[in-house]
């Protein structure tokens, strides 16, 4: 299992409105029903909810997919990523 959550960020940079784990890091990455949304781990139940409440409520997952490009690349863009890193490392 992936615990930072790469894909995640792949498919909210790429306009996909995303339903994810609310366990490990992926938390820390989407904000439920505002980038994305989040389902108890393992809850195979409550994931087919979620996919079902995007294919009911299409303008709600519009606005979703929309505010996660911004996030995907106001926040983990790979530029900003490596300006971070730069930061930590004091190499600016």
């Known amino acids: 299992a992936e615990t930072f959550g790469r894909v995640i960020i792949e498919a909210m940079a790429s306009g996909v409105a ?3 784990s609310s366990g490990g890091g992926v938390a820390s990455i989407v904000e439920h029903q ?3 949304l989040l389902v ?5 139940d409550e994931m087919a909810n ?3 409440w ?3 409520y ?7 997919a929309q ?16 300006q971070k890193l730069y930061g930590v490392l004091g190499l600016n």
């Not at 108890?40 to 195979?44: E, M, T």
């Open 54 to 56: 995007y294919y009911d």
């Open 58 to 64: 299409p303008e709600k997952r519009k606005r979703i």
């Open 67 to 82: 505010t996660a490009i911004l996030v995907a690349n106001n926040q983990y863009h790979h530029e900003k990523v490596d």
């Open 34 to 36: 505002i980038d994305g």
């Open 50 to 52: 979620a996919v079902r």
């Open 40 to 44: 108890k781990p393992l809850d195979a």
């Open 18 to 20: 995303v339903v994810a």
